[in-house]
């Protein structure tokens, strides 16, 4: 009965209450982790290695699934560089989680999974035996990228300044982008920096990376540090060209990210972009490998497509497009002399028209489909062969325009901006301009002729 359902939902509630206990202590347990996490140190082997055996430290969700490991091969998003994506496998039970982003806590990597927080990984095997794999060609696309910049940083020195100071980058596997600063490249020094990098590509010379102590190398020039950043006792420097680790390479920067082995890895080098950022900030948006490939290949099919568009073999291309703009230049000036012999036969219809409103002569007209260019040249047309006032509306594309002349000396009377001024807005629109010409438009096609028998009140008006 309803005594019984009644007890029902105060057993219900207090199972609630506790459910509501139990998210809140597992809250509080995900906040612990994270802080729980500062003495936690990730060691990274992906320089080497592509693929470990691991162990998971910590699973928790926090906006997503995230496991932290105590070696991974994957990098974690630093310096520019993105961060690997790849394969998570826990031993006990062979169950997968793709790695969606690989980031950095402190000394702690945390790898975003894709899955649910409710997962039964949450309830770890006390084992915790994982398998942790890159997914190379995304890295491989990466170390080329980020090889790439180094040789970029390097030519902008040749080419444009020892002063074009690095100022950021991003690294990914899709393009890389280089912020520097500097004055904007000409079309020459960009042209000159990117056959520069192609030539040291070709050479295919070693890239190597050696550790060393900072107060070793922190005065010297030749190697690339962003000042100001805080170095620890030992640093990597990657070194292009010359003997490996020997530190006499002709590109030397203080950097902790993946590399390719040789430059002939890069493959291409094209630049897409050089624009500003900021003030005496520019950037160059550039790609590699098979991305710079994939990008040369685009702009071959755009070549074949426009010519066939055309129908010109590609070789004729550029002398097929100069004279069809030579043809369509022909063709405007003939369009044009035509719609000025037809202004002029139209301002001779409108002269015998012109009526006496108020103290002025005036020709007022609608002159149906057209567009406020045809109008001024019609207006031209009466300049010189009639002394008055002009108003004159018309229609094109769902739009109003209107314009309006006086004779220069009747403008101390009637201003053409004032005209147009009061009849704009009753075709629901604006305009305005100079005492003797002046022009205006709206929306409202079905009012034009209203907003010309306003221009008519007015001019009546007109002592």
Not at 74 to 79: D, K, P
Not at 145 to 169: C, I, N, P, R
Not at 181 to 210: F, G, I
Not at 302 to 330: D, F, G, M, W, Y
Request: glycine share 10%; aromatic share 6%.
């Amino acid at each position: 009965g309803e005594r019984g359902f009644a007890v029902d939902v105060i057993g219900f509630d207090k199972l609630m209450a506790d459910q509501r206990e139990r998210a809140r202590g597992a809250q509080k347990k995900t906040v612990i982790s994270l802080s729980e996490l500062t003495n936690v140190e990730t060691r990274f082997v992906g320089y080497d290695e592509m693929e470990v055996d691991c162990r998971v430290l910590k699973t928790f969700s926090e906006n997503g699934l995230f496991a932290v490991v105590d070696v991974s091969p994957l990098y974690a998003e630093m310096g520019g560089q993105v961060g690997d994506t790849g394969i998570l496998t826990f031993q006990h039970d062979q169950l997968s989680y793709p790695v969606t982003k690989t980031m950095r806590r402190g000394k702690a990597f945390f790898l975003k999974l894709e899955g649910t927080a409710d997962e039964p990984l949450l309830a770890l095997h006390e084992e915790n035996l994982a398998h942790l794999k890159v997914d190379l060609a995304r890295r491989l696309a990466i170390e080329r990228h980020h090889t790439v910049t180094h040789l970029l940083h390097w030519a902008l020195h040749e080419v444009v300044s020892l002063d074009a100071t690095q100022k950021g980058s991003y690294v990914g596997p899709d393009k890389l982008t280089f912020d520097f600063s500097s004055a904007p490249l000409t079309p020459q020094q960009v042209a000159d920096v990117e056959r520069l990098v192609n030539e040291r590509v070709l050479e295919n010379a070693p890239v190597t990376w050696s550790e060393v102590k900072y107060s070793h190398i922190r005065d010297r020039k030749d190697i690339m540090q962003f000042f100001g950043e805080k170095y620890g006792d030992l640093v990597r420097v990657v070194q292009v060209g010359g003997q490996p680790a020997t530190l006499d390479g002709y590109s030397m920067e203080l950097c902790g990210g993946t590399h390719v082995s040789a430059t002939g890895e890069i493959g291409l080098f094209r630049i897409l972009a050089e624009s500003a950022v900021a003030a005496g900030i520019r950037r160059i948006e550039a790609v590699s490998g098979l991305e710079a490939y994939k990008s040369a290949n685009e702009q071959l099919h755009l070549v074949r497509t426009l010519a066939a568009k055309v129908n010109a073999p590609v070789a004729e291309l550029e002398k097929k497009i100069e004279s069809l703009l030579a043809h369509q230049k022909e063709m405007e000036k003939r369009v044009t002399s035509m719609q000025q012999q037809n202004a002029a036969e139209i301002a001779g219809t409108l002269k015998a028209k012109a009526q006496s409103l108020g103290s002025t002569l005036a020709i007022v007209e609608n002159l149906g489909a057209s567009d406020g260019d045809y109008l001024q040249m019609i207006a031209d047309a009466l300049k010189g062969h009639f002394k008055g006032v002009v108003v004159l509306g018309s229609h094109a594309n769902g739009a109003v325009a209107l314009l309006s002349t006086v004779s220069p000396e009747l403008t101390s009377k009637v201003q053409a901006g004032k005209l147009i001024q009061a009849i704009a807005p009753v075709v629901g629109g604006k305009g305005g301009g100079r005492p003797d010409n002046a022009r205006g438009g709206g929306k409202e096609v079905s009012k034009l002729d209203e907003a010309l028998a306003r221009a008519r009140e007015l001019l009546k008006a007109t002592a």
